[in-house]
C-alpha cells in the first residue's frame, strides 16, 4: 500500500511537471510600455517604468519562475509592483513569489480579507502572499510618463474586482469581469451578481473609448466593439431569465430552457469554462437571492 502511495504521488509529481513545462507564455506589445502576457490562468497586465515592473495579476505559483524569464524580455528590472484584480488563485497564486522578489501587492480591500480567510480555513497564513496595501473605491498612482487608475466595482465577478486603466497608454485591465467572447464566471458565494457584472462592463464602457485595447481576465486582447456586445449578451440573456422568473417558472425550467442563450451558444460563448447550462443556472440564482 505505501509503495503504492509512493507510486501515485510520483505520477502526480510527474504529470503536473509535465503539464507546467507545457504551458507556453505569449506577450503582446501593446504599446512602448505596457503589454499582456497570458499563459494560464488570467491575463497578465506589465507596464514597464522608471523603477521596475508593474503587473497586474500573477497567474499560479508554479508559473512564477517561466513567468518571471519572460518578463526578463520586456525589461531586465525586477517587478516591483504587482496589483490582483481580484482574490482567485489564478490571478494571485504567483503573489507570495513576486513578494519574495521584493514587489509590493496591492489590491482592493476585500481581496486581502478573502484571501485571509481561506488561508485560515487550511491553517495556514501566508502573510507573504496578503496584498500588503489596499483600497476602498479607487486607487491612482503617478509614474513619470503614466497614470495609473484602479477602480472598484461592487458585487461583479467577486466583491472585490477592480479594473485598472492605463490613463496615457489607454490600456484597461478589466480582470475577470471580462472573458472575452466567452460566457463569464460569477462567483455567486464570493460576494458576485450578474447586476454588478452588468454595471462592471457599463463601467468600462465609460472609461474606455474607441481605441482603448482592453485586457480580458479570459480570452483574447479586446476592443470596446467585444465588450460591447459582451454586456448586450449579459442583458438580453438576464432580461430573458427575469421575464421566466416573473412568469412563475422554475429553476429546473430556466435551466433547461436552451431558447434562453441559443443566440449566443450559436456564437461559440458556451464553449469555454462556463457552458449555457451553467450560465443560466448562475443567472437564476443571482436574481432570485
Known sequence: MKKLLILAVSTLFFVANAQD???????????DHIY?????????GVFKNEKGLFIIDDQFARLSDKILTNLKTISNKPVTMVINTHYHGDHTGGNENMASQGATIFAQKNVRSRMEKGQQKKGHIIPSSLPVITFNEGLQLYFKDENVKAFHVHNAHTDGDALIYFVNGNVLHMGDTFFNGRYPYIDLKSGGSI?????????????????????????????????AMFLK???????????EIEAGKSEEDITKNTSLTATYDAKGYGDGFINSERMRKTIYTSLTK
Open 21 to 31: 513545462k507545457e504551458v507556453k507564455i505569449t506577450i503582446d506589445s501593446l504599446s
Open 36 to 44: 499582456m502576457l497570458t499563459g494560464q490562468g488570467g491575463n497578465i
Open 195 to 227: 447586476k454588478g457584472y452588468i454595471k462592471a462592463s457599463e463601467k468600462a464602457l465609460l472609461i474606455a473609448n474607441d481605441d482603448t485595447k482592453i485586457i480580458p481576465g479570459h480570452g483574447k486582447l479586446a476592443t470596446t466593439k467585444d465588450l
Open 233 to 243: 449578451m449579459l442583458k438580453e440573456i438576464t432580461n430573458g431569465i427575469q421575464k
